[in-house]
């Protein structure tokens, strides 16, 4: 909208270069058609190169896996009894 109350506004001060940019629009679009799809595809590499890269960080937080750590916490024993929430199970897991 607020461009074509720009367009009117140029319409009224210059109608010659209203209606040469009304015409030339189109023609300008058409040549920049083909730097939008290659900006379409580049983004969509790049995105799957980060993904490929951060996808063993999202799978190590989703299983609880530290880098510096091998396998899961093992769980003491009686540590379900008196469940209190997440908090004050991982104060009574040890490492295996």
């Known amino acids: 909208m607020f461009a074509f ?5 140029l319409f009224v001060m210059c109608w ?3 209606l040469l940019a009304l015409v030339a629009y189109p023609f300008i679009w058409l040549l920049l058609l ?3 799809i290659v900006g379409v595809a580049v ?3 790049l995105e799957i190169i980060f ?3 951060t996808l063993p ?4 937080a989703v299983s609880g896996l530290s880098p510096g750590r091998l396998r899961q916490p093992r769980i003491v024993r009686g540590s379900w009894s008196g469940y209190r ?3 004050a199970l991982q104060r009574r ?3 295996a």
């Open 85 to 87: 929430g997440r908090a």
């Open 57 to 60: 960080a999202a799978g190590r």
């Open 34 to 36: 083909p730097f939008r």
């Open 43 to 45: 983004h969509g590499v």
């Open 51 to 53: 993904l490929a890269i």
């Open 5 to 9: 109350l720009l367009w009117c506004i």
């Open 16 to 18: 010659p270069l209203a």
């Open 93 to 95: 897991v040890r490492r």
